[in-house]
């Protein structure tokens, strides 16, 4: 099954990017791909075209200008993503376009399938009969893109890239070359920022411009937005300039690169020397977009104020651009040349530094949402070596959460550019104040990536307690992957590094990892003993809230293990240790009445357990826990089942393996084999007579 799409129908996705202000020319390539559309549709079959040309040749501009004029033809909305195919940092792997097209379908993070192959059956299911536009931005190679190309006949997808991507064309696509501008599309690009007149006046100047920028948008924008700076400047001065320029990098640069280059340098050196070291510093970000925080923490030290001024005259002259409210990003080109200009000008230690600055920015962002979802954990000091600026203001746990959703892919690549640097203990750090989105919202795949860049990090570090920790949270991520051997040796590593320093709470934290990876592997017994020892050790340690989960696990373990009536006993003390404690822990008081539910199934209190299961669903469902509602449809389907309900236990047993399926559960082949066995004796038993008799009713 892969329909994983929550009850309440998201919005309309409109993730296109602002068509292009001073869009000129390209009349034949919109032409062509209007015919190509007309086609598909025709014919049936998803259009898939390839836009491909050299870097600044305008593919994204032709693209979006094309698909904001051709939107109505997608009433199921449109996805844009930028997969940095050739931005100077790794390219955007497939699981990561997957996983945010499928969450912004309305998938629920936390039901997200983990194996890319997973991902792809469920886009497919999802875009099914839709009519979306897809726009994938950047591409480097066919395998990218592929699994993200929707089958239905309604879509169409746009790719961009400076390859051809024949793998694609195999498989379908059209390829459309997109050249340099004509001579007069450009001169009208360059009229349409400085003004008519400017250009009325010098014509032959003005055409002598566009031609040093090569017919590329890019460079022509760039040269525009000097003159439009300077609005006393004559356009043979930039012509002259720009000359000079070219003569200079011809010595330098490969071929297809001078045009470019000769109008970032001449601009670059136009700026004053606070807005080109906030330029050149840009190229240190680790993500590809940024916001205001970031960009401003290059300039350690400045006022933000002042900042954000910089940053604005940035924009203004075409070296930065803003792709939303307060949201930036430098085109691939010009990150590649302020990172060029960041190593001629600035010495090592300071682009240390200003890339430090950033990657703090994150830390100390993420941790005011960290502390506000999870206000209780257990958190090491970290020491800044200035303090940040710019951070968030969160209104609620909510807002938290989705913040770190949001920045996600900023903060694992802040996460890498610490390690890279030598930073372990700011990476650890890093690592760390992910557990918030890792716990509700998943991301499996990341959080192993991030768990073992944090036991890495620690080790370098030397730090026990972190080792310890990020051993444990590895284990488990491991433990939900199937890679059982590397998740008890985790635990068992995490049991040894923390007794190592007397820390019985981390001790006993990794053992309660070890005995759930024995409940989950079907030995119930083991982990009984062991959650009965924690139990006890949780008692000693006044930690009240572990105690709780471990009288879960325990209830739970013990109903596995068919003694319903000792689970009962066990259980009935924890809504009173829940209840005690200093801050309301609403989710696991709630676990508490599926574990009681499941209990009383067992020992054949149907009645209790149907009412106590019935509460946990609505609750878990009002939280936002699909793994707690698919275990309370899977206790009511027990109940369902020793009533002799069986269409209802299937109803429920369904949605459970629907749930379990998405969260790669354990409990998913017992529910699944179950369902199995119920709907054939369910259709075995149909013809006979009339179905539904509850033996547990009135």
């Not at 206000?375 to 203001?393: I, M, N, T």
């Not at 119920?678 to 509850?694: F, V, W, Y």
């Amino acid at each position: 099954m892969h329909t994983a799409v929550g009850a309440d129908r998201p919005p309309l996705p409109r993730q296109l990017l602002p068509a292009p202000v001073h869009f000129t020319g390209r009349r034949a390539e919109l032409a062509a791909l209007d015919d190509m559309l007309i086609e598909a549709q025709a014919g049936e079959y998803p259009l898939v075209v390839v836009l491909t040309g050299q870097g600044g040749v305008g593919k994204t501009a032709l693209a979006l200008q094309w698909a904001h004029a051709r939107r109505n033809r997608f009433p199921d909305g449109e996805l844009h993503a930028d997969l940095a195919g050739f931005g100077g940092s790794d390219p955007v792997p497939p699981s990561e376009i997957l996983g945010a097209f499928l969450r912004t379908l309305g998938v629920d993070p936390q039901r997200m399938p983990v194996g890319l192959s997973e991902q792809a059956a469920l886009f497919r299911s999802v875009t099914a009969d839709r009519k979306l536009l897809v726009f994938l931005d950047d591409a480097f190679s066919a395998a990218q893109v592929r699994l993200a190309l929707p089958a239905s006949p309604g879509c169409a997808v746009v790719v961009t890239s400076r390859h051809r991507l024949t793998g694609l064309a195999a498989d379908g696509a059209r390829i459309l070359e997109v050249e340099p501008l004509t001579s007069a599309a450009a001169v009208r690009l360059l009229a349409r920022t400085v003004g008519d007149d400017r250009v009325d006046r010098q014509p032959d100047q003005a055409q002598s411009l566009v031609d040093l920028c090569g017919g590329l948008p890019i460079a022509v924008r760039v040269a525009a937005a000097r003159l439009a700076s300077r609005p006393k400047w004559s356009v043979a001065r930039v012509v002259t300039e720009l000359s000079d320029e070219r003569r200079r990098l011809d010595a330098l640069s490969a071929p297809g690169q001078v045009s470019v280059l000769a109008s970032f340098d001449l601009s670059y050196r136009a700026l004053s020397d606070a807005e080109a070291t906030l330029y050149r510093r840009q190229g240190l970000q680790p993500g590809a977009e940024f916001g205001v925080g970031p960009a401003c923490a290059v300039l350690t030290g400045a006022d933000p104020a002042v900042a954000r001024k910089l940053l604005g005259e940035l924009v203004e002259v075409s070296m930065v651009e803003e792709v939303g409210e307060d949201r930036f990003r430098l085109h691939d080109l010009l990150r590649l040349h302020a990172r060029e200009q960041c190593v001629r000008h600035d010495g090592d230690d300071e682009r240390a530094a200003a890339l430090r600055a950033v990657v703090e920015w994150y830390l100390a962002a993420a941790g005011r949402a960290d502390r506000l979802v999870s206000p209780s954990r257990r958190r090491l000091p970290y020491a800044f070596a200035a303090e940040p600026v710019e951070l968030p203001e969160f209104a609620g746990r909510d807002e938290a959460l989705d913040w770190l959703d949001g920045e996600r892919v900023n903060l694992i690549a802040a996460g890498r550019a610490a390690m890279e640097q030598g930073w372990a203990e700011l990476a650890w750090q890093l690592s760390d104040v992910m557990w918030p989105l890792l716990l509700y919202r998943k991301h499996y795949l990341d959080r192993l990536e991030i768990d073992r860049r944090g036991v890495a990090a620690a080790r370098t570090w030397g730090n026990v307690f972190a080792e310890a920790d990020m051993l444990k949270r590895l284990g488990r991520v491991c433990a939900i992957l199937g890679r059982r051997d590397e998740a008890e040796q985790c635990f068992r590593l995490s049991m040894d590094c923390a007794r190592s320093i007397d820390d019985d709470r981390g001790v006993a934290d990794a053992q309660e990892g070890l005995a759930l990876l024995h409940l989950e592997s079907g030995q119930p017994e083991p982990a009984i003993d062991e959650f009965r020892s924690l139990a006890a050790t949780n008692r000693r340690l006044g930690a009240a809230r572990s105690l709780g989960l471990t009288l879960i696990n325990l209830g739970t373990a013990l109903s596995a293990a068919g003694r319903h009536r000792e689970a009962l006993d066990v259980l009935a003390e924890a809504p009173a240790v829940f209840a005690g404690l200093d801050v309301a822990d609403p989710y696991n008081e709630a676990r508490v009445l599926v574990a009681r539910g499941r209990a009383a199934a067992g020992a054949g209190d149907t009645d209790m357990a149907r009412e106590t299961a019935t509460r946990a669903l609505s609750e878990l469902a009002a939280l936002g826990s699909p793994a707690g509602v698919a275990e309370s449809h899977e206790v009511l389907a027990d109940i369902a089942r020793r009533c002799g309900d069986v269409a209802d236990a299937v109803e429920h047993l369904r949605a459970a393996v629907e749930i379990f399926t998405t969260l790669r559960s354990w409990r998913l082949p017992a529910a699944r084999n179950l369902l199995n066995d119920l709907t054939t004796s369910h259709a075995a038993r149909e013809p006979a007579g009339p179905q539904g008799t509850d033996r547990c009713g009135p």
